[in-house]
């Protein structure tokens, strides 16, 4: 049976049988992967402290090559982000973004690009005091690695330049100019501000997303357009999301 | 294999218990049906009996014969100290050590938003409850020690903080008998942070 090496992230871990873990990672080299972690949930394991969720490792792990579900042979740590899990608010968002990642992503789709920006965002939510605006650059990052990427240099319909923008078109994932607007529920209004922020996700360098903020009083208006983007995309309701919503009207 | 129709009914069920895989299960309905009549029903009447008596306990959530249960309903332990558990296995996990004599408060689960687990999902308002009549002066945490017993045991304690308890947290640190050089990162790193004097 041929072993396999790779680099991953931890998305997710279930329990199975007596003590035993099913971990869903992401991995460099094969793309979402599940492994079973034989005798994972003994203080005795090797493996149990290190295949929390969101850490960064190095796996060797074997089965046959079709297999759905691989055996985890051995793993050594990289980067744990276990600072994720000392903040609720900080697990509820990291957990949106794992579950996000899990629905939209087939097994075995290799994506680069999606685990180096998972692992950045990890490390900014980990130490960065306004976790919202960090998930803000990771849901247009994401749209735009899925193939969505909001269209904001010309109206989507008529491809003429925008002078004043009154709305964006959640379908056609751009944005609609003042002749071409249409009154349905997929157009909806988005402030000058808002698409500025936007532009800024999309080209900012990982390095530097630290430093982007939301403008004061736009908060809302960007995180319901770009839950309301990627809300097409997935068409079914995440658990994660809503316990993030919930947890946003209970600070209010 | 070939199995009669009620020993394969039996295995199907045998199955369905944690732990339990076809072989295993085979070898309990085979060891059932060599047992006497009277083995057999013994085992059926205690299923049925665990099922007719047992209970939710109503101060600590925890399941027992009574309500309350033997602990809540045991003055001689101490009143001042509460330790606050993910399930009631828990509860039996430290009674076993015999090591702890204060309450438990059971919270039915943990943090965990992947599952769609969140704090009002958890018995939290009555542990706070419980606290501010009760008189309790510390407060145990022993939520697992992983990424949502953590995030578990971050909440309530911010959360009953301002009620003026003393807040503690299992240590976490290497297990009995093993070899420093086998620990994991985590682990080992944790029990650097969790060091004490001595
Ligand atoms: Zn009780």
């Keep these: 049976m041929p072993l396999y090496h790779t680099a991953a992230v931890v998305l997710r871990r279930r329990n199975f049988g007596e003590a035993d873990r099913i971990i869903t990672f992401f991995t460099h080299d094969f793309g979402k992967i599940k492994c079973i972690a034989k005798g994972s949930r003994r203080f005795k394991s090797k493996l ?27 793993c050594d740590i990289i980067r744990s982000f276990h600072k994720i899990g000392e903040d609720y608010k900080r ?5 949106y973004i794992v579950e996000l990642i899990d629905t939209m992503f087939k097994e075995k789709d290799p994506n680069r690009e ?22 803000r650059i990771f849901e247009v990052r ?12 010309v109206c989507v319909r008529c491809n003429r330049p925008v002078d004043r923008v009154i709305r964006f078109n959640l379908i056609k994932g751009g944005i609609i100019c003042k002749n071409c607007f249409r009154n349905t529920r997929h157009e909806i209004e988005i402030s000058r501000g808002a698409l500025n922020f936007i532009k800024k996700s999309l080209t900012i360098d990982l390095s530097m997303m630290g430093r982007l903020k939301i403008p004061k009083g736009l908060e809302k208006g960007i995180r319901e357009m770009l839950h309301s983007s990627l809300s097409i995309r997935i068409g079914k309701r995440l658990k994660s999301y809503e316990l993030l919503i919930s947890n946003h009207s209970r600070n209010s | ?32 049906l ?32 009574s309500d309350p249960c033997e602990i809540c309903g045991n003055p001689k332990r101490d009143k001042t100290t509460l330790c606050v558990i993910e399930e009631p296995h828990d509860l039996f996990a430290i009674e076993k050590t015999g090591g702890y004599r204060g309450y438990y408060h059971v919270l039915m689960g943990v943090l965990s938003p992947l599952d769609g687990v969140g704090p009002d999902d958890l018995s939290i308002d009555g542990l706070v409850n419980r606290i501010e009549k009760d008189g309790i002066k510390e407060v145990i945490i022993a939520t697992n020690p ?13 959360l009953i903080k301002p009620l003026e308890v003393k807040v503690t947290r299992i240590a976490r640190g290497l297990p009995m008998g093993g070899d420093l050089e086998y620990a994991d990162e985590v682990t080992l790193m944790k029990s650097f942070e969790g060091r004490m004097e001595i």
């Design chain 2, 146 to 158: 992983n990424m949502e017993g953590d995030a578990t045991a971050m909440y309530i304690s911010n």
């Design chain 1, 48 to 74: 149990s402290g290190n295949l929390e969720p969101f850490t960064f490792l190095r796996i060797i792990y074997f089965g046959k090559e079709n297999q759905n579900i691989y055996q985890i042979n051995s």
């Design chain 1, 114 to 135: 999606l685990l180096g920006l998972l692992l950045s965002i990890f490390s900014l939510i980990e130490e960065s005091s306004d976790v919202d605006t960090v998930l």
């Design chain 2, 1 to 32: 294999m070939y199995h009669p129709k009620s020993v394969s009914t039996l295995i199907g069920e045998l199955v369905k218990l944690p732990g339990v895989g076809q072989k295993t299960a085979e070898r309990l309905a085979f060891f059932i």
């Design chain 2, 34 to 65: 060599k047992a006497s009549k009277n083995e057999a029903e013994k085992l059926a009447r205690a299923i049925l009996d665990v099922k007719g008596t047992i209970r939710q306990c109503s101060i600590c959530n925890s399941i027992a014969d």
């Design chain 1, 142 to 153: 994401f749209l735009s690695l899925l193939g969505y990427k909001p269209a904001l240099d």
């Design chain 1, 91 to 95: 697990l509820s968002i990291c957990s």
